[in-house]
């Protein structure tokens, strides 16, 4: 099993920025593709990012890209979210996913990640 523990949320005015962190504890050995995911009220759960066990390979979602950033420190078993250019439409729980499988191409489907977090809420106001 692998726990996922997120962190770095909060509030913050748009145009801000914020780093999130997912701290991964338990068989993190296995680990290879990890990925955030978001969800609104009312909304389903969307993608965000996702990389690659040694980060090689990172996919965004269109309404992240250019402003989003994904990374991993596998020493730290810790996985970051950097967000710039923040917009009130950002506004969401944040979810860290993680899965034993190198996903390239259903990297942002919810089906294909093994481990979650609990979510950590960002709110970005006008």
């Known amino acids: 099993q692998v726990q996922l523990v997120e962190s770095g949320g909060g509030l913050v005015q748009a145009g801000g920025s914020l780093r999130l962190s997912c701290a991964a504890s338990?068989?993190?050995?296995?680990?290879?593709?990890m990925g955030w995911f978001r969800q609104a009220p009312g909304k389903e759960r969307d993608f965000v990012a996702s990389?690659?066990?040694?980060?090689?390979?990172?996919y965004y979602a269109d309404s992240v890209k250019g402003r989003f950033t994904i990374s991993r420190d596998n020493a730290k078993n810790t996985l970051y979210l950097q967000m710039n250019s923040l917009k009130p439409e950002d506004t969401a729980v944040y979810y860290c996913?993680?899965?034993?499988?190198?996903?390239?191409?259903?990297?942002?489907?919810?089906?294909?990640?093994?481990?979650w977090g609990q979510g950590t809420q960002v709110t970005v106001s006008i």
């Open positions: 990389i690659n066990w040694n980060g090689g390979n990172t």
């Open positions: 338990g068989r993190t050995f296995g680990v290879n593709t």
């Open positions: 996913a993680a899965t034993i499988y190198e996903l390239r191409v259903f990297y942002s489907r919810r089906d294909r990640y093994d481990y």
